[in-house]
């Protein structure tokens, strides 16, 4: 990262441009986010400038432990801390209803706000250093490609960031299942690093809305075209027998038979482990992306554990592109 060396910076520093009202580019399992005071409106809007985000695409806030939800919450119910204590820190975003002290700016003007601890040692350490909850959307323009490396975070967003602080690459790879939880119960918002499956053996039923496409979302990751790469992407059940470009890429759970037939190829786990394949996903995403490509052909994930919320990721990086292969 020799172009970004002059943005890495101590824990310390960190801490201290949070509290100044600055950008922070942190680690976490999941991807890099951008992080500024959840508790300053000036600061949480330049979050949205730098990222070019719609003001009603709302924010996830991070605390660095579970004592610090009364001042993000006003109410943290019985499944809440059920699971709190078995999945933080960790993937997992509750959306619960915001404290007067949390600017609307940062839940678009609504009632609640998603809030979850990271389980990243470096950022946890910032987020106490600092006293201050962090709204922190991914660190990458809107819309695009997620960031699991310090060097995403600086080829997509350059100088907008007033610092990055490099963890190295996210463990998980994939952003934070979002839960709502309300009078109805637990509602799934968004699929991620937490499979359902892992849930709803810990508290039951979990709701599922019949889409989680919204034009006017209530959780972050919900518009119908997001974390989409510059060149078109198609999503297909099986590879193509014959393709009609040169310059086509390849992404694969683990099978790559007629792999010979594209000019790049990633494959996210050889032995088809779902886990794996989460880590891997954005950074083959993002050589893919960088390759000079026609388009990307994705092979669908099985719609097991962690392969719901990697098909979620490929629907919405496909949305604006148009199927063209069967």
């Not at 389980?119 to 819309?143: E, I, K, Y």
């Not at 032995?271 to 992306?289: C, W, Y």
Request: hydrophobic fraction near 45%.
């Amino acid at each position: 990262m020799s172009e970004s060396t002059n943005f890495i910076v101590t824990i310390e520093r960190a801490a201290e441009i949070l509290r100044q009202g600055g950008l922070v580019a942190l680690p976490t399992e999941t991807v890099y986010g951008l992080g500024a005071n959840a508790l300053d409106p000036i600061a949480v809007a330049r979050i949205f400038a730098a990222k070019e985000r719609p003001f009603f695409d709302p924010l996830i806030v991070h605390v660095p432990d579970i004592d610090w939800m009364p001042r993000i919450v006003s109410e943290f119910p019985p499944v809440a801390v059920q699971l709190a204590e078995r999945f933080w820190p960790g993937p997992l975003t509750l959306v619960l209803p915001k404290v007067t002290a949390i600017p609307d700016l940062v839940t678009s003007g609504l009632p609640n706000v998603g809030v979850r601890i990271p389980d990243h040692d470096l950022t946890r350490q910032v987020l106490r250093l600092a006293n201050v909850p962090v709204a922190a959307p991914s660190a990458n323009p809107f819309g695009r490609l997620s960031p699991t490396t310090a060097e995403h975070v600086h080829r997509q967003l350059g100088h907008r960031v007033d610092a990055i602080l490099d963890g190295g690459p996210c463990r998980v790879g994939i952003e934070s299942t979002i839960l709502q939880i309300n009078e109805d119960g637990v509602t799934l918002l968004r699929p991620g690093g937490i499979a359902l499956e892992e849930i709803e053996a810990l508290i039951g039923n979990v709701n599922h809305p019949v889409s989680t496409v919204s034009e006017s979302p209530i959780a972050p990751g919900m518009l119908a075209s997001h974390y989409a790469p510059r060149t078109p992407l198609t999503i297909v059940n099986e590879i193509p027998s014959t393709v009609d470009s040169t310059r086509l890429g390849l992404l694969a759970l683990c099978h790559v038979g007629l792999s010979h037939q594209f000019a790049q190829v990633e494959v996210l786990s050889p032995t088809g482990d779902l886990v794996t394949a989460a880590a891997n996903f954005f950074q083959a995403l993002h050589r893919l992306d960088a390759a000079g490509l026609d388009e990307i052909i994705a092979v669908r994930f099985p719609e097991t554990g962690l392969g719901k919320a990697l098909n979620d990721r490929l629907q919405r990086a496909e949305h604006r592109g148009v199927h063209r292969h069967s």
